[in-house]
């Protein structure tokens, strides 16, 4: 029986759900695609409420007679099958909005992330209680062209037929789930790899399932191939139909090593079974289960001890010394507590010290965890980048403002490639002075080995990276030093010998004045010349007419990546004294071991990160530089703005810049090209685009040919759009029959792309290529593969597992196999090489792979959930792939919100700070 009190409560609670949903509402019916982040943060703001007093309604509906506080009774569900969501989502909720209001497109993905949460509320309020609530809720969806909502509709259609049960698991890491929604309900688009120690980006997949699977470890999934009827096809779909969290043992093995334990866990053993059927049932991680109240902890210990015959089980043991490191504040807390998150045995591998490192604290950590260990939020743990998602979920934020906030400096930073971010951009830590006085405390607190260079600079109203800034600086300086150097080689650049590039036969004539003009300064008074240039300019044409002037000396070409490398090989005359090589190569190789050069070519100097540029140029030696590079092409993968300054820094005395495309004769891609380079005016981006046709709406004339040197470049994997769906699509329309190797398919004529697998070094990423023959054996497949390059035999002979089967001049066909795995053979980490798959299928690729690369036709597909990530450098990467074809696939809306966000490259500002700054 209901006492007064308690019915006055559920009044007032029923109040505040009312007052709750209907502000919803109200937010939502304000709604519109340019205030989609502001409305967010206004729902967000209200929906922990709303869940907090379901939550307590619920409860007081199931007991009566045990009163609870609201905000802490949503806890009280993660025991209650159906209704464990509520704990989930106060769980998330209180991750999420508890210390900093996010920003609005933080905000409004996250929205979109607890949707489903919130369709869960208002289905147990409608079917409990007959409440109507959040009624406009399905306004917040983002809108969908037709056919990807059909093609979603069919995709949820095939996934509530399906009841077959095929017994196929095997294990998998998930890499991102994205919830979509029909009808109301919750369907789960899934990215997965195989659950191996060799894991590649390049070679994930797409599934589908209406399970929310949880993601943070290895998971056996199993899975049933269908078809929908989509673009006149039966299109191929996997479908997950069942699941289990399946960490595999050899990482909970190698996880004891680090705590000094010595186990042998396998998939059989009856405490591994009940751990995780407990992290699928509560979604707990091994945080969850370390950070359990005293009770339950020691209940869960007794059940896995329970298990084994000697009362003693290895996992308990395991998370009782975590949980001692943890409670205890122990060395080696935080990155344990990392570890526990996600459980990936590479990462665990990483950890461990190598022969010429120390322990760190008595586990066995490399000491390069330290830095880590002390701070989380603002240092990485040894080779990898922590996740902040993860981080917010195993080491309380509070503790570690002032390094949340270096972090954010090093990302804002590292994202807009700018030297110098706004104090202003960082508001939600406080004003100014609160900001300052953060970053004092964060300065103070580094050790004396990591000052200055990890110190956060404060210069007017900006933030900045001392160490970045000093790393420029340290590269202006010595760049200076050559630019006021001369060299005796300039002496191969007469006029005399300049003219006989105009008539040579060995090399393309030279008809272009402003390279004539280039070459004639090339190193009159400077020993190093940076060379800017548009796309097609003729960059690595004028690197060869230098090449060639020098053809007597030792030179050697150097960039960041293999196919870039390769490109500079191709199009440079051989006179068999240049060499080739990777940045990575030449900084890591010994000094003794290199040649004494007299001219190094940089290429793509805007992907060459600050810091290898120091190390490139302390071992130059005496050599003459020459510096080649796009600024409006995609930016380096750490940061790398030192090319961007010095085009600022620098007089016409050091600096040249080609300006007129040589790559297509087509004057209409050449005047896109030039207004989307210098975005004068978005307008008149829109105006070429629509102009030239280039633009068209996303439908199955994306399929038909237009040419047999076509390239269709896309941003994601995932999507009806993405490449996983292109690739598949595309792969339908050749003929051959397919072979299968888990859960890919190939097919003779197939186009190839090769991957960082770490196979075969030959045969390095990016390498193009095409599938001759498959032979289908039992346990393996024997693969015949074309390449465009020519590989000598003798290199071949000493690959393990390469065969050559015949080359040519311009190409090479090499067979090597690639082995049948068995279900659950990733338990194990001695993974075979044999079982290594060192290649992906490339009907279409990324766009960021296709940098550097050139095609007579590009089609781009820019669909709703990849346009957000389309930057300016992005979309001028891609379009000046073309030579004659260019079709972009986008909405108009999604057209019109692309070109509006563009802005221009420059570094203006972050040039006059950087002067004032150095009293110039």
Not at 515 to 520: C, F
Request: glycine share 4%.
């Amino acid at each position: 029986m209901m006492d007064n009190k308690t019915r006055q409560i559920l009044n007032d609670t029923d109040s505040e759900i009312i007052k709750a949903s209907n502000a919803i509402d109200k937010a939502l019916l304000s709604f519109n695609k340019s205030n989609r982040g502001e409305v967010a943060i206004r729902i967000l703001s209200i929906v922990r409420n709303l869940n907090d007093n379901i939550a307590l309604k619920l409860w007081l509906d199931l007991h009566p007679n045990e009163m609870k506080s609201v905000k802490n009774v949503a806890k009280e569900f993660a025991s209650e099958k159906n209704y464990k969501f509520i704990s989930i989502f106060h769980k998330y909720l209180s991750k999420s909005v508890s210390h900093f209001t996010p920003t609005e497109d933080g905000a409004d993905r996250l929205i979109l992330k607890y949707y489903q949460y919130i369709l869960e509320l208002k289905k147990l309020m409608k079917v409990r209680f007959g409440m109507e609530i959040v009624q406009n809720i399905d306004l917040f969806l983002p809108d969908l062209d037709v056919q990807t909502k059909e093609y979603y509709e069919k995709v949820a259609e095939k996934i509530n037929m399906v009841t077959i049960s095929t017994q196929n698991f095997d294990n998998y890491y998930i890499r991102a789930v994205k919830p979509f929604f029909i009808n109301q309900n919750t369907y789960f688009e899934v990215t997965l790899e195989p659950g191996t120690d060799k894991q590649n980006k390049f070679n994930r997949i797409t599934a589908f399932t209406k399970y929310d699977i949880f993601k943070n470890y290895c998971v056996a999934l199993e899975f049933f191939d269908t078809t929908i009827s989509m673009f006149g096809v039966e299109f191929p779909i996997r479908l997950i139909t069942d699941w289990h969290v399946s960490i595999r043992p050899c990482e909970i093995n190698n996880y004891a090593k680090i705590l000094k334990i010595s186990t042998n866990i396998q998939r059989g053993s009856k405490d591994y079974k009940l751990l995780m059927n407990y992290i699928k049932d509560k979604r707990a991680t091994l945080v969850d289960v370390i950070d359990l109240p005293y009770k339950e902890f020691n209940n869960f210990m007794s059940d896995l001890d329970n298990t084994t015959k000697s009362k003693q089980s290895s996992i308990a043991i395991l998370l009782r010394k975590s949980r001692n490191i943890s409670n205890n504040n122990l060395n080696g807390k935080n990155i344990i507590r990392y570890i526990l998150i996600s459980m990936n045995n590479s990462f665990i591998h990483d950890q461990w010290p190598t022969s010429k490192e120390n322990e760190f604290s008595d586990l066995f950590l490399s000491a390069k965890c330290y830095p880590f260990e002390k701070k989380p939020y603002s240092f990485n743990p040894k080779r990898h980048i922590s996740n902040l998602s993860d981080l917010y979920h195993c080491i309380n934020v509070k503790n570690y403002h002032e390094d949340l906030l270096a972090r954010l400096v090093h990302i804002k930073s590292f994202t807009e490639n700018k030297i110098f971010i706004p104090i202003g951009d960082f508001s939600f830590f406080g004003n100014t002075n609160e900001i300052k006085g953060l970053i004092k405390i964060y300065n103070d607190s580094l050790y004396s080995g990591f000052r200055p260079a990890s110190e956060i600079g404060i210069y007017k109203k900006y933030l900045y990276k001392v160490g970045e800034l000093n790393a420029i600086k340290e590269i202006i300086a010595k760049l200076t030093i050559l630019s006021e150097s001369t060299t005796l080689l300039n002496e191969l650049f007469s006029s005399d010998k300049i003219n006989s590039l105009k008539t040579s036969t060995e090399i393309v004539e030279l008809d272009d004045i402003k390279k004539e003009e280039i070459l004639k300064n090339m190193f009159l008074s400077t020993k190093v010349r940076l060379i800017y240039g548009a796309a097609g300019t003729g960059k690595t044409t004028l690197i060869n007419y230098v090449s060639f002037l020098m053809k007597d000396k030792q030179k050697l070409f150097i960039a960041k990546t293999n196919p870039a490398v390769n490109n500079l090989r191709r199009k440079i005359n051989d006179d068999g004294n240049s060499d080739y090589m990777t940045i990575d190569k030449f900084i890591n190789q010994p000094s003794y071991s290199l040649l004494e050069y007299d001219l190094i070519v940089v290429d793509e100097c805007s992907t060459v990160k600050n810091e290898d540029m120091i190390k490139i140029l302390d071992k130059t030696n005496n050599a003459i530089l020459i510096l080649v590079g796009d600024i409006y092409q995609i930016e380096s993968i750490g940061l790398g703005n030192w090319f961007n300054l010095c085009k600022y820094v620098f007089d016409d005395n050091v600096i040249s810049e080609l300006t007129e495309p040589f790559r297509s004769e087509n004057k209409n891609l050449i005047d896109l090209w030039k207004e989307t380079r210098e975005i004068k005016n978005n307008n008149l981006i829109l105006e070429q685009i629509v102009k030239n046709d280039y633009s068209h709406k996303i439908d199955e004339e994306i399929f038909i040919s237009k040419s047999d040197d076509e390239i269709i470049l896309c941003l994601n994997y995932n999507g009806l759009y993405g490449l996983n769906n292109i690739n598949k699509l595309l792969q339908l329309d050749n003929p051959n029959n397919a072979v299968k190797i888990g859960i890919y398919e190939f097919k003779i004529n197939d186009p190839i792309l090769f991957n960082d697998s770490g196979r075969f070094e030959l045969l390095y990423n990016n390498l193009k290529g095409r599938i001759e023959d498959i032979n289908d054996l039992e346990d393996r497949v024997y693969f015949a593969i074309s390449v465009d390059i020519v590989l000598s035999e003798s290199l071949i002979d000493i690959a393990d597992g390469l065969y050559l089967i015949k080359k040519d001049k311009k190409s090479t066909v090499i067979g090597f196999y690639v082995s049948r795995s068995k279900p659950f053979d990733s338990d194990n980490e001695n993974t075979d090489d044999e079982s290594i798959l060192p290649f992906q299928i490339a009907y279409a690729v990324s766009i960021h792979k296709s940098q550097g690369l050139e095609y007579e036709s590009v089609k781009i597909v820019i669909a709703d959930d990849s346009e957000e990530k389309i930057t300016h450098n992005i979309f001028y990467t891609a379009i000046t792939r073309a030579k004659k074809y260019l079709n972009i696939y986008w909405s108009s809306e999604v057209c019109n919100r692309v070109l509006s966000r563009m802005e221009p490259v420059s570094a203006s500002r972050d040039y006059y700070l950087f002067m004032a700054m150095n009293n110039k």
